[in-house]
C-alpha cells in the first residue's frame, strides 16, 4: 500500500483535520512535517471538538505511531498542555506512540514576543501573522543559530545557544522593536530545561522510525499543516507562513526520501477562505461572504480571527494541483454552499484586457486583477445525511463534475458535514 501525503490546495483550513482523521483507518503511522501551532485542526468525533495545533490528528485513534518530524517548529509549552488534554480523554495511554524528532526546531517565549513585536512595527505591511513565534524560529534555524529539541536535554547546550541568541533577540526588542519586555538567559534557559525533561521520553531519530516502518511495510500518512498559496516559496509572497507547506517538504521535514512516498491527496475546500493579510482575487465582502463565515463557522482555530471568504479559485486550484502532484482530490464542507441561489467559480483573471488562466508570477498582476467567473445554480436541499453521491441534490452533483472538469482529475473524497460520518468516500487513496 503507497504512502501518501495530505495537503490543503488554497489558503489553510481547508478541512484536512477531518480528513487526516479519516484515512488515519488506513495507516499506521501518521507523520506532522512543517509548520508549528500556528496550525489549528479541528476534529469532531462523536459530538466532541478537538482541536490539535501541533499533535497529529493520528492521535485520537488507537495504535497510530504519531510522529512530529524535524521540519515541524515545536512550541513546547503548546505540546505539553495538548499531551496532557489528550491523555486527560482517555487517549495517548501508550506513550511511545508519540515520537518527537530530536532535529525538530523549537519555539520559546522570545520568538513569539519577536513575533508579535515584528507585526507591530510593520503597520500597513503586517502579516497578520498568528503571532505563535513561527516566523522567527524557523529565521534562526535558516541562519543556524536554531535551537532543536534534543538540545532541551543539554543545560550546556543550551546555555550557549540562548547566550547567543539572546544577545540578538534582546537588542532587536529593545533597541530596533522598542518594546519592553527582554529576556534573561537564565529564565529562559530553566523554562526550557523544564519542557526537555518532559519531553525526552518521547524524543527519536524519527527518520530512522518512519524509515524502517516503511522497510516492515507499514503505511504512513503525512499530514501538511497551512495550505499551498501560504508556502513559502510558491504562495502570495510575503503574505506567507515561513515553511513550505506543499507535498516536497513532506520528504525534507521527515527525513524520508520522496521515493518512498507515491501519493499526494490534496484537499480543496468548496469555498475559499483566508486568514491575515495579502491578496485573495475571489474575496466577497458582502453578505454572501458573511453568509459562508457564518454558516461554515470560518473563524481561526488557531486565533478566533473571522476569516475571509470568497468563490472557489480554479485558477489557484490548478495551480496547487500541479505544485503538489496531487494524485488523490478531496472537496469539503459542500455542505455550506446549500442555500445559495448561485455559485461562481473564478475561472480565470482578467488584467488590462488580458486573461490569464494561469497564476501569475507577476504581483501586480495577480493583485490587481477581476476574476473572471462562471455561474451555477445552487440548490436548497440540506445534504448533510446523504452518504451516496448519486443522491446529492443534481445542482450539487453539476457543482462538484464542473470542478473536477476544470481541476483534471476526479475527487476521492466529498465532504457534506462537519462530523465524521459526514462524509462520501468515492475512492481509497491508498488503494486507487
Ligand atoms: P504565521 O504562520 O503565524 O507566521 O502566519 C503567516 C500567515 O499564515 C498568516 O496570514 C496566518 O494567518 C497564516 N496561517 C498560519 N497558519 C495558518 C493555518 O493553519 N491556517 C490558515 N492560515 C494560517
Known sequence: MPNVVVVGLQWGDEGKG???????????????????????HTIIVDDVKTVLHLLPSGILHQNKICVIGSGVTVDPDILWQEIEAVKQS?????????????????????????DDASEQSMGER?????KRGIGPSYEERVA????????????KTLEEKLRHNLKYANFLLKEYYQVSDTFSVEDELDYLCEFGKKLKPFMEDTSLLVYSEIKRGRNVLFEGAQGTMLDLDYGTYPFVTSSNTIAGAASTGTGVGPGMIERVLGIVKAYTTRVGMGPFPTELED????????????????????????WLDAVLLRYALRLNGVT????????????????????????????????????TVFNNSEPVYEELAG??????????????PAAAKRYVRRIEDLAGIKFSFVSVGPKRGDSLVLRNPFRE
Open 18 to 40: 477531518k480528513v487526516v482523521d479519516i484515512y488515519t483507518q488506513f495507516a499506521d503511522l501518521v507523520v506532522r512535517f512543517q509548520g508549528g501551532s500556528n496550525a489549528g
Open 90 to 114: 482517555g487517549h495517548l495511554s501508550d506513550e511511545s506512540l508519540l515520537r518527537i524528532s530530536y532535529e525538530a526546531a523549537v519555539i520559546s517565549r522570545y520568538h513569539k514576543a519577536l
Open 126 to 130: 503586517k502579516i497578520g501573522t498568528t
Open 144 to 155: 543556524r543559530r536554531g535551537i532543536r529539541i534534543k538540545d532541551l536535554l543539554s543545560r
Open 287 to 310: 453578505e454572501v461572504g458573511q453568509r459562508l463565515r457564518d454558516v461554515g463557522k470560518e473563524y481561526g482555530a488557531t486565533t478566533g480571527r473571522p476569516r475571509r471568504c470568497g
Open 328 to 363: 488523490n482530490l478531496a472537496l469539503t464542507k459542500l455542505d455550506v454552499l446549500t442555500g445559495l441561489p448561485k455559485i461562481k467559480i473564478c475561472t480565470g483573471y482578467k488584467y488590462q484586457g488580458k486573461i490569464y488562466d494561469e497564476y501569475p508570477y507577476s504581483e
Open 379 to 392: 440548490w436548497s436541499e440540506p445534504i448533510g445525511e446523504i452518504r451516496d453521491f448519486d443522491e446529492l
